[in-house]
T-cell receptor, first 115, second 111 residues
């Protein structure tokens, strides 16, 4: 069964609004979670590493003020896309490492469409 | 720049055949290697991981790792139309928990 959940699975919003996406680890604790973005027909691009109780680490070229990450508990990380614009429309996926080998398991993803 | 390279495909194989997917990586220090399957519009699903040189089998899937040559492969035996998807190779970067993904190989299994 699923080990990582995401909510919502779909969101459509107007340009300029903010959207929050939740990522939860099910039945296990995750001190680290990862946020990816995937544009059509492209591979996964790591946006940031979410760290429980501390600041997220962003990849080069990702605006930390635009993509706010909060990892407030050992089972929940949130990604907020602030002042979303049409170019932010994408498939956002989180993952969490599980088991002693730190294998990453992915959430089902959130498809964002900004009009 | 650490890279993972895959042939984008599509790789077309007839039903029942063996599909062979390949991946090369640049980071010699990498120790962990993963294959994910991604259906269109869905998130990646873990198929296999491999850490040691040689072969690892799980049902119809066999992962092969050759660290000296820096390549990882995935063999799918008795391919089924339901195996049609994009297969992503991922390498855990040395010294971190981050994964580096290849661009994926699109597999088509023809009925």
């Amino acid at each position: 069964g699923a080990v990582v959940s995401q909510h919502p699975s779909w969101v459509i919003c107007k340009s300029g609004t903010s959207v929050k996406i939740e990522c939860r680890s099910l039945d296990f604790q995750a001190t680290t979670m990862f946020w990816y973005r995937q544009f059509p027909k492209q591979s996964l691009m790591l946006m940031a590493t979410s760290n429980e109780g501390s600041k997220a680490t962003y990849e080069q070229g990702v605006e930390k003020d635009k993509f706010l990450i909060n990892h407030a508990s050992l089972t929940l990380s949130t990604l907020t896309v602030t002042s979303a614009h049409p170019e932010d429309s994408s498939f956002y996926i989180c993952s969490a490492p599980r088991d002693i080998q730190e294998t990453q398991y992915f959430g089902p993803g959130t498809r964002l469409l900004v009009l | 720049q650490k890279e993972v390279e895959q042939n984008s495909g599509p790789l077309s194989v007839p039903e029942g055949a063996i599909a062979s997917l390949n991946c090369t990586y640049s980071d010699r220090g990498s120790q962990s290697f993963f294959w994910y399957r991604q259906y269109s519009g869905k998130s990646p699903e873990l198929i296999m991981f491999i850490y040691s040189n040689g072969d690892k089998e799980d049902g119809r899937f066999t992962a092969q790792l050759n660290k000296a040559s820096q390549y990882v492969s995935l063999l799918i035996r008795d391919s089924q139309p339901s195996d049609s998807a994009t297969y992503l190779c991922a390498v855990r970067a040395s010294g971190t928990y981050k994964y580096i993904f290849g661009t994926g190989t699109r597999l088509k299994v023809l009925a």
